[in-house]
C-alpha cells in the first residue's frame, strides 16, 4: 500500500463535499451511520476491514476516518 496523492484545483477542494471513510464489519450498522452523514453533508465510504480501506483511501483521501477499534481487554 503506498498513497499516491492526486492534485486537485481549487474549484474542486471549494466544490466537494469532506469525504468520511467508515471501517466498520458491522454493515447494518456503518450503512445506518452513513444514512446519518446526510444530515452532515458529507459524502461517505464505508470498508469492512483495514484491507479494504487502504484501497479506499489509495483512490480518495478521506477527510475523516471512522475506525471500529476492537476491544481485545473486554
Known amino acids: 500500500f503506498k498513497y499516491k496523492p492526486g492534485l486537485r484545483s481549487l474549484n474542486q477542494l471549494a466544490n466537494e463535499r469532506p469525504l468520511l471513510l467508515i471501517v466498520e464489519r458491522d454493515r447494518e450498522f456503518a450503512e445506518t451511520l452513513a444514512r446519518e ?16 480501506a487502504k484501497e479506499l483511501i489509495a483512490e480518495d483521501c478521506p477527510d475523516v476516518v471512522l475506525l471500529d477499534l476492537p476491544a481485545h481487554d473486554s
Do not use: H, V
Request: charged letters at 20%; glycine letters at 0%; a positive charge.
Open 37 to 52: 452523514t446526510k444530515n452532515w453533508d458529507l459524502r461517505t465510504q464505508i470498508a469492512p476491514n483495514a484491507i479494504a
